[in-house]
């Protein structure tokens, strides 16, 4: 162990820990910036580059990152002197100095990490003034703006997009005031292999990166007389928009969400989870069918459409395996503007189609040509949870004293199957509690599979499922994907099912959440919400959602079969 002082309090911390490990072990702050420590998933952004972390080290001539400096023993810390503050704040009159000040136009108005500091540091004037830099903004892709006017450096993008991802879309580019955060060539975002995860936005301290604003899209439609305007809304919104809301993470507030929805004046509110059910049954129909084959194994879930485009970038020789299920939001769209149009007796082309994720790549999914048919695609617009907080910010809805409502019928009724496909391994195991009782005739009385909960980035797990072992894995993460995928391309792999999320923790750490500023253990208590409300639920297994079976019986007839498959099977392309 190593001694030290900091702030006159005594610590005795492992070798290695740096000082601001140390700090945070004393619950003494030291503001960061560019500083992002993802313990859960091991990975720190310490380029050390912006420098507001620094302290004085008794005996030492210059200011040290707490963030890059490694504890010593007897080392001497002050954090709290004159002359640190003063140059953290010079630091950030720095960054303001090249920056634009348009903090209440911003779309980052109170979520921004640099106006935070810029306010607890007490700076209330440029002081630098000059030129200023500009690289122009990409609104090119449906999913991401790149604002780089906005970009501070700091590289947390380049880490997520790069050592987590795998992608590397994103890395500094060129020199000194020119520097900037870019694609290879300065490439349109639209034009790269870029997955639309949105894991670089979930960490910009900034508004460099951003979501697309559809939000006036939604107020349109709703206030067109001629539109019938549907909603649906996605597992892992109702454990996390709470937050916008000063409620913890992990707290439920679906009632809140359809109560909110109503308020807004939605035509009807249904939930994804009723979708989900339903993609079990085709999913776990097609699993079933590819084991009595014993062909395209493993057969992987494909209702993350940013690890869609990343297999369909990165591994083209393996697109024959990956389930051609639709996501639910898109299975949702498809049974709207048919099934339900019908029963409402309303023209398709003028119902729209609403989805409320917790993710930015579902934006890019909903514009893919073949998720539609000939008179209109299945999801119109979708926004994120982010957004939707806004909107019930706008419409001045006092979110905390809503007092709760029920989703509506037929697409509002889900299982507890449905509600865990929100987090990393739910959706297998959403599946194998179909699967199980198909295969077998058996009821499974232990529906949980616990093998398959919790952070880890591969979880992997053997089902004995009568006389076979059914092998399967769950990874969340790209990186962790291009691992098990690697192993299927080498040989290596005896899986007979997948699941992958794009994003860490799976939806629930989604690109379009509430900002966690990296601190993954928000993530962690998402998904003991969505296990809470699973427990909560009567009927825990998707093809018991006697909706779904309806929905077989009067529209879509065989599970699997022939109308199904137009409407919610797709296809990838290379
Ligand atoms: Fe997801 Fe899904 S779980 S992809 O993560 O399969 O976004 O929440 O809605 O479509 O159901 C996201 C979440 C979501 C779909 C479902
Ligand atoms: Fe990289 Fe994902 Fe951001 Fe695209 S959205 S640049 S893949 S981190």
């Excluded at 080290?57 to 954090?79: H, Q, W, Y």
């Excluded at 136009?105 to 979520?111: I, P, R, V, W």
């Excluded at 982010?386 to 989703?407: C, T, V």
Aim: charged fraction near 25%.
């Amino acid at each position: 162990l190593v001694n030290l002082t900091i702030n006159n309090k005594s610590i005795s911390v492992p070798k290695g820990t740096t000082i601001l490990e140390a700090a945070k072990g004393l619950n003494i702050k030291i503001p960061t910036l560019c500083h992002l420590d993802l313990h859960n998933i091991k990975m720190v952004n310490q380029s050390a580059s912006c420098r507001v972390c620094v302290v004085e080290i008794e005996g030492k001539k210059n200011l040290f990152p707490a963030c890059s400096t490694l504890v010593k023993d007897g080392m001497i810390i002050r954090t709290d002197t004159l002359r640190a503050i003063k140059a953290r704040r010079t630091v950030v009159e720095l960054l303001l100095s090249d920056h634009p000040q348009d903090c209440l136009l911003c779309d980052k108005n109170t979520n921004c990490e640099l106006q935070s500091l810029a306010a607890d540091l007490g700076i209330s004037e440029i002081k630098y003034k000059g030129k200023t830099s500009s690289h122009g903004i990409d609104t090119s892709s449906y999913s991401i703006v790149k604002n780089l006017d906005k970009c501070i450096l700091c590289r947390r993008c380049e880490t997520m997009c790069s050592d987590v991802q795998t992608v590397n879309v994103l890395s500094g580019v060129d020199r000194g005031f020119e520097t900037t955060i870019s694609p290879a060539f300065y490439n349109p975002m639209h034009e790269t292999s870029c997955t639309f995860c949105g894991q670089c936005l979930a960490v910009c301290p900034t508004a460099a990166l951003t979501e697309v604003n559809n939000i006036p899209k939604v107020w349109n439609a709703l206030s067109d007389k001629n539109k019938t305007v549907i909603v649906q809304v996605a597992p892992a919104v109702r454990v996390a928009l709470g937050e916008e809301f000063g409620m913890n993470p992990g707290e439920l507030v679906t009632g809140k969400i359809v109560s909110s929805l109503k308020n807004l004046g939605f035509d009807k509110v249904f939930d994804t989870d009723f979708a989900a059910d339903l993609t079990i049954i085709e999913e776990a129909s097609e699993l079933v069918h590819r084991i009595e084959e014993n062909k395209n194994l493993p057969i992987l879930t494909s209702c993350c459409p940013a690890w869609v485009k990343f297999l369909e970038h990165q591994f083209p020789d393996l697109l024959d395996i990956p389930s051609t299920c639709k996501s639910p939001h898109e299975m949702f769209g498809a049974i709207a503007k048919t099934y339900l149009a019908k029963n409402m007796d309303i023209d398709p082309e003028n119902m729209v189609v609403v989805s409320i994720m917790p993710c930015v790549a579902k934006k890019y999914e909903a514009a893919r040509p073949e998720l539609s048919n000939e008179k209109a695609k299945d999801v119109d617009i979708v926004i994120t949870t982010r957004e939707f907080a806004k909107m019930i910010k706008e419409a001045g809805i006092d979110f905390n004293s809503l007092e709760d409502d029920d989703f509506d019928n037929p697409l509002g009724e889900s299982t507890g199957a449905s509600v865990i496909f929100g987090t990393t391994g739910g959706v297998l195991e959403a599946a194998l509690r179909t699967a199980y009782e198909w295969i077998t005739n058996d009821t499974l009385d232990n529906v949980e599979f616990t093998k398959l909960r919790g952070m880890d980035g591969i979880k992997e797990a053997s089902i004995k499922i009568n006389d076979m072992n059914i092998n399967v894995a769950v990874a969340s993460g790209l990186g962790n994907a291009r691992k098990i995928l690697e192993d299927i391309q080498s040989g290596k792999s005896n899986y007979h099912a997948i699941e992958i999320m794009a994003c860490p923790g799976g939806c629930i750490g989604g690109g379009g959440q509430p900002y966690h500023h990296g601190n993954l253990d928000i993530i962690s208590e998402r998904a003991k919400g969505l296990y809470k409300e699973d427990r909560s639920k009567k009927i825990r297994k998707s093809h018991e959602n006697v909706y779904v079976q309806s929905l077989y019986k009067e529209f879509l007839g065989e599970p699997y079969g022939e109308k199904a498959h137009k409407l919610l099977h797709t296809h990838y392309h290379k």
